[in-house]
Structure formats: C-alpha cells, structure tokens
C-alpha cells in the first residue's frame, strides 16, 4: 500500500503517529533531540483524553524558546510542522497534519541530502526507484511507521519510536555531511 493510502486509511492515534514521527526525525533541526518525549507518552494508551494539547504546548514553548543560528528552509519547514500540529485530536485535523508533515520531512530530507528535484518522489505508488538513498529511506520510514500501527495498535507505539530514532541519527548525519560540504 502507498504512503498516501496508508494515510487515508490511518485511525487517530496513527495519524498522530505518523505526523509526530515525521517531526521526532527532523528535530534535531531545532536543536532538541528528546522535546518531543512528552508528546509520545500522550499517545500511550493509559495516557489522559488531555494530554495531548497540554504536552504540545509545553513542546512548543520549549522549542519556539531554542534560538537556531541561521535558520534555513529546513528549520523553517520543521518549525512549521509543529506550529502546525492541532491541539484538537480529531481524524480530520490530524490526517492533515500527518499529510502536511510527511511532504515536509521528505522535502527536509531532499534539501540536507543536495538532490536536485523531488519530482520523482512518488508518495503515491511507494516508488523509490531512482530516489537519493536519504529520501528514499525516508519514505521507507514514513511507510513503516503508519504500517507498524495499523498491524500492531497501540503496541505498535514503541516500534515506531525506535524507527523515528534511528531516522534522527541518519538525520544527524546528514546535517553533519552538509555542514562539512558548506563549510
């Protein structure tokens, strides 16, 4: 199944997951590697109808308060994801979401990972022939989020952290190669 059904086809809880991944992974771009942990617990199965919306906001305090040196579209388009996260967990406001975070981290991905064009991602069929190993990676990562929860429920929490884990240190690499590369 593409990512963009997969998508379609999510419940709440991994729309929320799928946008929240998609955020964990780039945000070492806003200079906070665990910010995020709160947000995680709230999606627990034990977790309180509220805490969503008070963890965000206490996420966005924390993370609007971190300056970042020379702000690129990368951070830009991170900040947006966050910014952008609704405080209301409905289908409908999350689906957007995890739509509109899963098209940023790509273009995140692409941008760190020098590729010229992103015209043949293919988001819809699952392709990644012909995709940098960076973004083709990235879309293997967005799909395996949103299939780990959709197989596993709620327990499927703890695989999609490890997966956005492990695709924060790629990130880290990749923030690293550029920095060398433009510096």
Do not use: F
Request: contains cysteine; aromatic residues 2%; charged residues 30%.
């Amino acid at each position: 199944m593409s990512l963009v059904e997969l998508i379609a086809q999510a419940d709440e809880r991994g729309l929320a997951v799928s946008g929240l991944a998609c955020l964990d992974r780039c945000v070492p771009l806003l200079g906070d590697d665990e910010a995020l942990r709160p947000l995680w617990a709230s999606l627990a199965e034990d977790a309180a109808a509220g805490d969503w919306a008070e963890r965000l906001e206490q996420t966005r305090g924390k993370l609007d308060a971190a300056e970042t040196a020379g702000e690129d579209e990368t951070v830009t388009l991170a900040r947006r994801m966050l910014a952008a996260a609704p405080a209301e967990r409905s289908a409908a406001a999350l689906r957007e979401w995890a739509d509109g975070c899963s098209v940023a981290a790509l273009r995140i991905h692409r941008l760190l990972d020098g590729a010229a064009d992103d015209s043949g991602l293919a988001r819809g069929d699952g392709r990644t022939d012909g995709l940098s190993p960076l973004l083709a990676a990235e879309l293997r990562r967005q799909t395996t989020v949103l299939e780990l929860l959709a197989a596993h429920g709620p327990t499927g929490l703890r695989g999609a952290l490890e997966v956005s884990t492990e695709g924060r240190r790629v990130l880290r690499a990749a923030m690293s190669r550029r920095s060398r590369r433009d510096g």
